[in-house]
């Protein structure tokens, strides 16, 4: 069992950072690949970056390439997303996932834990 808690959500200018967290419990962090997805009101979520669990590896939607970094700390049980440049069609609600599979997916339905999720808002 894996507890997933996102932070770092807020109001930002277009075209400025942010960077989430976030934290997971448990002593299996490193067992799991590491995914960021979003959602905007009245549609499905959509992948936004993952990283692999030993070699991080990392994957990123076409729509954030450059813009975004994920990276995780798995000493700490943290995975982070760097966003810069952030554009008002970002602003949605942010949720990290963690999924046990053998290879990383961008799949939301193969992710097997979620956070509650933290909202991002980009005023233009």
């Known amino acids: 069992q894996v507890q997933l808690a996102e932070s770092g959500g807020g109001l930002v200018q277009a075209g400025g950072s942010l960077r989430l967290s976030c934290a997971a419990s448990?002593?299996?962090?490193?067992?799991?690949?590491m995914g960021w997805f979003r959602q905007h009101p009245g549609k499905e979520r959509e992948f936004v970056a993952a990283?692999?669990?030993?070699?991080?590896?990392?994957y990123y939607a076409d729509s954030v390439k450059g813009r975004f970094t994920i990276s995780r700390d798995n000493a700490k049980n943290t995975v982070y997303l760097q966003m810069k440049s952030l554009e008002p069609e970002d602003t949605a609600t942010y949720y990290c996932?963690?999924?046990?599979?053998?290879?990383?997916?961008?799949?939301?339905?193969?992710?097997?834990?979620w956070g509650q999720g933290t909202q991002v808002t980009v005023s233009s």
């Open positions: 990283i692999s669990r030993r070699l991080y590896n990392t």
């Open positions: 448990g002593r299996t962090f490193s067992s799991y690949h």
């Open positions: 996932g963690a999924d046990a599979g053998v290879g990383v997916t961008t799949n939301p339905d193969r992710f097997d834990y």
